[in-house]
């Protein structure tokens, strides 16, 4: 059986492993919120832009409007994979968090053990 200055000492590693992992939480959740506030805005952008029509009166303009047409549908399709990635990105981000409560809940499971080790010890004594 481990001595009680082992078990403590796991123990506070094990504290020290959790404190890690929830600065690591507030750190992806400070990063969601900065990133999901900037995404927002590009779909703001995004949702006036391809619809806008770039004629004027509904009246054939020649080339220009059809460059004007194929760079808005560049623009478009480029601001719209950007999102796709994006919005992956923020999931990815919460695949984390959920991965780092886990383990935050396996420290604290074996901190419980740890403890109930070092009250066996005091009842011994």
């Not at 200055?5 to 890690?20: F, P, T, Y």
């Amino acid at each position: 059986m481990a001595t009680r200055g082992e078990l403590q000492a796991q123990i506070s590693a094990l504290q020290a492993e959790i404190k890690q992992y929830n600065e690591d939480i507030q750190e992806l959740s400070d990063a969601k919120t900065f990133i999901s506030e900037k995404h927002q805005k590009v779909t703001e952008v995004y949702d006036t832009m391809t619809p806008y029509d770039v004629t004027m009166d509904m009246q054939w303009l020649g080339n220009l409007n059809d460059t004007m047409d194929s760079k808005r549908d560049q623009v478009s399709g480029n601001m719209s994979a950007f999102m796709g990635k994006t919005n992956k990105f923020l999931g990815d981000i919460d695949i984390a968090i959920g991965k780092l409560r886990e383990k935050i809940g396996r420290c604290q499971e074996a901190i419980n053990g740890l403890q109930a080790q070092l009250d066996a010890l005091d009842d011994e004594e």
